[in-house]
């Protein structure tokens, strides 16, 4: 049966409070609202914010791709510098560590209201996560996630953040990667989630529902229901996978008819070139070669019901030790290189 898999993204911890840090005392923008933003200095990469009337995502400045920008900047590595910039200057998501959640939360959000913007936040701690793949692990039980949501709720405040909720949570319960007997908390997990960051005055959330490659919303429409998608703003589909944009408006389309015609989002980070066709079909989903980057981040999208393009999956981050990459989450700056290129 098809598993998405690809969903990765959880960031070293160090990495990751190492990136509060920094936020936490940036300059992070134009702080006007409008206009292509000012250089904020981040990482020494002179990263800007895009116009916020079509991308009101914040640009973390002090990114990895950022970091990646200046160093290749300072080795004399100017084509290979502007390549990266691609990625570097566009708001992508910020997983969010369990360990720092609430220093994490209030950092990000913090930045992008200074700069005027809305932080793009990712939840990715449900227990039994990934089915123990390579972004295995997740909330030690039902009461350490219900803690990690209370901190990430404690952290955004009445901040603006969008929050991408579990990606893959409810479809490895409708494909049966995750354990039946983990089902009934899960959904508990979800719909309690939903209902304590749609409590905060200026969170949007959307609840992972799969891809065009599972292609199966009668399956999936339902579970979503029990996990309160009528609580949420919408869903998000494609989240760290590489199907195009066509057959995922396609399939959200489907799926939102069948959810009380909620709006959705896309995670076009990686999608340019559409999926890999070729090798083991268990790991196309894997650090796939001749990728590209998709639609830059935006609200201007091809169909009233598409909320967003997002870059959920933070292009240049492995997808786990397949294909020759890092762990799952570790930046892999060939990768990033070849997917930037490829986009030209």
Not at 81 to 100: C, M, V
Not at 212 to 233: M, N, R, S, V, Y
């Amino acid at each position: 049966m098809y598993r998405s898999r690809g969903v990765t993204g959880v960031r070293a911890t160090a990495m990751a409070l190492g990136a509060a840090l920094l936020i936490a005392g940036c300059s992070s923008g134009d702080g006007d609202g409008g206009g292509d933003g000012g250089d904020t200095g981040g990482a020494g990469a002179g990263i800007t914010q895009q116009p916020k009337d079509a991308a009101p995502f914040w640009v973390n400045p002090d990114g990895t791709a950022a970091q990646q920008v200046a160093d290749y900047e300072k080795s004399g590595k100017e084509s290979e510098a502007d390549t990266i910039r691609k990625i570097a200057q566009q708001p992508t998501g910020e997983w969010l560590s369990p360990e720092n959640a609430e220093e994490q939360a209030r950092g990000f959000t913090e930045a992008a209201a200074e700069a005027d913007r809305t932080a793009l936040l990712v939840l990715y701690n449900i227990p039994h996560r990934d089915c123990g793949q390579f972004s295995g692990g997740g909330a030690a039980d039902g009461n350490a996630y219900r803690a990690f949501i209370d901190s990430v709720a404690k952290g955004i405040g009445d901040r603006g953040a969008t929050v991408i909720l579990e990606p893959d949570a409810v479809l490895h319960m409708v494909d049966n990667c995750t354990p039946g007997e983990y089902h009934e908390e899960r959904y508990d997990l979800l719909k309690g989630a939903i209902t304590k960051l749609k409590s905060l005055k200026n969170t949007k959330v959307y609840l992972d529902a799969g891809n065009a490659g599972w292609g199966k919303p009668d399956q999936i429409f339902e579970p979503l229901k029990w996990a309160g998608i009528d609580q949420a703003d919408g869903f998000s589909v494609n989240v760290s996978n590489f199907y195009t944009t066509e057959d995922s408006i396609a399939y959200g389309k489907e799926l939102s008819a069948k959810v009380g015609n909620k709006p959705f989002v896309i995670d076009t980070s990686r999608n340019g070139n559409g999926p890999y066709t070729e090798g083991d079909p268990g790991e196309r989903w894997c650090n796939p070669p001749g990728r590209a980057l998709g639609e830059t981040p935006s609200t201007k999208t091809a169909d009233p019901l598409v909320d967003a393009y997002l870059w959920v999956k933070r292009p240049g981050e492995s997808d786990g030790e397949c294909k020759g990459g890092p762990k799952a989450g570790e930046w892999w700056p060939e990768y990033a290189l070849k997917l930037a290129q490829a986009g030209e």
